[in-house]
């Protein structure tokens, strides 16, 4: 049995998806089990990171275990919680998601935030793997109402660029290290197979889409007023500009082959998921009434 916290979001629901696909047995935590859709087959079990004895009773039993907490400084303590819970369980081998840029002074507080993980999993005597994706091509999701109401594409990261991976590919990459071995103590930093900008991400989604997409930088303190307006804490909200500004000053513009050497095939450029999820960003019928 395989446990993946964190099932409904973005990895977590593609880390399902691919297991189901291998034929293997997979236990999908979720805080509301009424409501999660998941492939035949999965079984449902009902856990809160509030609630570790409900972890713990979702973890009972499993092999291996994907781990992922809430991202943010009020959260630094989660991973560290779930990983002790899925030791004192039995759980043998876990893999820990967890972000490019971790314990880079650069970065700031939002660089600390998922160290106490990495180092409960490093400390746990089990066989563990941190995966550090780039940024998410996902992300660009964020466009869509903008996009689908005519609106410019906003450019928090100015001319910074970043090695912008697919989702799948992250996914893929966890559930090699779930199922198979080679991959304990190591550190994977995962990204796209190109460094990209902000005006780069929309030259390609306008090429998929078939028209021109104009890109306006924002001003950090009004990106800062939606955040807030959005229900984000302030220190949320600083640790995330702060990670922006990283990247406008060429923090990120990292790219790695770790994709491609546990695959055995390069990761999927930004255009083809784009081209996978064109649909998001084209207007409805209910944009255009509104437009």
Known sequence: MIVITGATGTIGSEIIRQLVARGERVRAVTRDPDRAQVPAGVELARGDYHDLDS??????????????????????????????VA???????????????????????????????????????LEWTVLRPSSFASNTLSWADAIRSGQP???????????????RDIAAVAVEALTTTGHTGRVYTLTGPELLTTADQAAALATVLGHPLEVVDMPEDIAREHMIAAGMSPEFVEGALAGQAY?????????????????????????????????????????????
Do not use: C
């Open 247 to 291: 990247v406008r000053a060429g923090g990120n513009t990292i790219r790695t082959d770790d994709v491609r050497q546990i695959l055995g095939r390069p990761p999927r450029t930004y255009a083809e998921w784009a081209a996978d999820h064109a649909a998001a960003f084209i207007p409805t019928p209910a944009d255009q009434s509104i437009r």
């Open 55 to 84: 972890m713990a009773a979702a973890m009972s039993g499993a092999a291996a275990a994907f781990i992922v907490g809430v991202l943010g400084p009020e959260y630094a303590e989660t991973d560290r919680a779930l990983v002790a």
């Open 153 to 167: 594409v906003p450019n928090l990261t100015g001319t910074g660029s970043q090695g912008v991976i697919d989702p």
């Open 87 to 125: 030791r004192e369980v039995g759980v043998r081998r876990i893999v820990k998601l967890s972000a490019i840029g971790t314990g880079e002074p650069g970065l700031g507080r939002v660089g600390t935030w998922h160290i106490p993980g990495e180092e409960a999993a490093r400390a746990s005597g």
